[in-house]
């Protein structure tokens, strides 16, 4: 059987890679003779790094028809993970799961993520092609509130995010030394972001002086090492206005090398504390056990942090400095007596992320 995979694919997140990385997984272990197809945005790249896909088929950039030829032989459509059904780029994904509709093609989503969506014709395409989908799981309860908004009349299912169940890889002490980090030193993740469409109330300028402050905070409060981990390309042009406010940037570091989501999370067991913005981020931190504060730039990071028990803040502002410090000092004095409990929540959530591969796996059976 050949079963179609379409996302955000082809290098450009390593949180979409970590999603694509578990969703081929299941497909594999549910039906290991399928014929894994990506659809991907960059094809080279997606057959370098996933070995699970059988064949990769780039649908951006390219004439529509080359992409419509794969769907007739599908005996499934996955869409997603991740979150892609928002303003501006839902419709692109949803002309194609629309068209593989026409075709008779089932069609699963799989805990995708939702929102915003204000813009007219993606709300039209989310409420018309998503009621017609087989089945509709997505990750969080703010994604279910969203399509409901839309008016999407049908049962949704809320699981949790694909990459809970990615497996960590080694990251060396040689890998360590290879980014000219110091071992022994106690250490801190860090993930900043552009304030971007998830968080255009953020003035740039006073956005990476706030992080400068609490980087600098971190440094002197646990005598740490801050580390940047860039989630994406973008990231890393933030990691270093960060660095340029901080009072200590010699205390700073940005990893540099190109890894798999997999290293990524390897590497997280070596820190002792995160504090960061990206989902994936958190996430990951949340897996290996680092306490860590998320800073919610958007509904999905607060969503995750409510249901991991983590302390959230609300925003991110300037005259927020104190509270955020007050925040990352609690973390660090109460993470010993919250450790179970974060233990048995991501328990709970990584067998929530299973319940999608079992329900994409009804729709094969």
Request: hydrophobic share 45%.
């Given at each position: 059987?050949?079963?179609?995979?379409?996302?955000?694919?082809?290098?450009?997140?390593?949180?979409?890679?970590?999603?694509?990385?578990?969703v081929?997984?299941?497909l594999?272990?549910?039906?290991?003779d399928?014929?894994?197809?990506?659809?991907?945005?960059?094809?080279e790249?997606t057959?370098?790094?996933?070995?699970?896909?059988?064949?990769?088929?780039?649908?951006?950039?390219?004439?529509r028809n080359?992409?419509?030829?794969?769907?007739?032989?599908?005996?499934?459509?996955?869409?997603?993970?991740?979150?892609?059904?928002?303003?501006?780029?839902?419709?692109?994904?949803?002309?194609?799961?629309r068209?593989?509709?026409?075709r008779?093609?089932?069609?699963f989503?799989?805990?995708?993520?939702?929102?915003?969506?204000?813009?007219?014709?993606?709300?039209?395409?989310?409420?018309?092609?998503?009621?017609?989908?087989?089945d509709?799981?997505?990750?969080?309860?703010?994604?279910?509130?969203?399509?409901?908004?839309?008016?999407?009349?049908?049962?949704?299912?809320?699981?949790?995010?694909?990459?809970l169940?990615l497996?960590p890889?080694?990251?060396?002490?040689?890998?360590?030394?290879?980014?000219?980090?110091?071992?022994?030193?106690?250490?801190?993740?860090?993930?900043?972001?552009?304030?971007?469409?998830?968080?255009?109330?953020?003035?740039?300028?006073?956005?990476?002086?706030?992080?400068?402050d609490?980087?600098?905070?971190?440094?002197r409060?646990?005598?740490?090492?801050?580390?940047?981990?860039?989630?994406?390309?973008?990231?890393?042009?933030?990691?270093?206005?960060v660095?340029?406010?901080?009072?200590?940037?010699?205390?700073?570091?940005i990893?540099?090398?190109?890894?798999?989501?997999?290293?990524?999370?390897?590497?997280?067991?070596?820190?002792?504390?995160?504090?960061?913005?990206?989902?994936?981020?958190v996430?990951?931190?949340?897996?290996?056990?680092?306490?860590?504060?998320?800073?919610?730039?958007?509904?999905?990071?607060?969503?995750?942090?409510?249901r991991?028990?983590?302390?959230?803040?609300?925003?991110?502002?300037?005259?927020?400095?104190?509270?955020?410090?007050?925040?990352?000092?609690?973390?660090?004095?109460?993470?010993?007596?919250?450790?179970?409990?974060?233990?048995?929540?991501?328990?709970?959530?990584?067998?929530s992320a299973?319940?999608?591969?079992?329900?994409?796996?009804?729709?094969?059976d």
């Open positions: 059987p050949r079963i179609g995979v379409l996302g955000s694919y082809g290098g450009f997140n390593t949180g979409d890679e970590a999603i694509l990385t578990c081929l997984s299941c594999r272990a549910r039906r290991p399928a014929h894994l197809v990506v659809l991907s945005r960059n094809a790249h057959l370098a790094h996933h070995p699970d896909a059988d064949e990769v088929v780039p649908w951006e950039g390219v004439s080359h992409v419509l030829d794969v769907l007739p032989g599908l005996e499934l459509l996955v869409l997603g993970g991740g979150g892609i059904l928002y303003d501006g780029e839902a419709r692109r994904y949803l002309r194609l799961v068209a593989a509709q026409i008779r093609v089932p069609t989503a799989y805990a995708v993520g939702a929102g915003p969506l204000t813009d007219a014709e993606d709300r039209d395409a989310v409420r018309t092609v998503l009621a017609e989908m087989d509709v799981v997505v990750r969080d309860e703010e994604s279910r509130l969203v399509l409901e908004e839309v008016g999407l009349e049908r049962e949704v299912t809320v699981t949790a995010d694909p990459a169940l497996a890889e080694p990251f060396t002490e040689a890998m360590m030394r290879e980014e000219g980090i110091p071992s022994g030193a106690r250490l801190v993740g860090m993930s900043v972001r552009e304030p971007g469409r998830a968080a255009e109330k953020l003035d740039e300028g006073d956005y990476h002086a706030l992080l400068a609490v980087a600098d905070f971190l440094v409060r646990l005598d740490a090492r801050v580390v940047f981990l860039p989630m994406e390309r973008h990231d890393v042009r933030h990691a270093h206005a660095l340029s406010h901080m009072t200590a940037p010699d205390q700073g570091r990893l540099h090398g190109d890894y798999s989501p997999g290293q990524v999370l390897g590497f997280m067991r070596h820190l002792d504390a995160a504090v960061g913005m990206r989902l994936h981020f996430i990951f931190a949340a897996l290996t056990g680092v306490p860590v504060l998320p800073l919610p730039y958007s509904g999905k990071v607060f969503d995750f942090a409510r991991l028990g983590a302390p959230a803040l609300v925003g991110v502002a300037r005259e927020q400095a104190g509270l955020l410090l007050a925040e990352v000092d609690r973390l660090w004095d109460e993470y010993p007596q919250r450790r179970d409990g974060l233990g048995a929540r991501m328990a709970e959530l990584s067998a299973r319940e999608t591969c079992e329900r994409c796996g009804t729709l094969l």
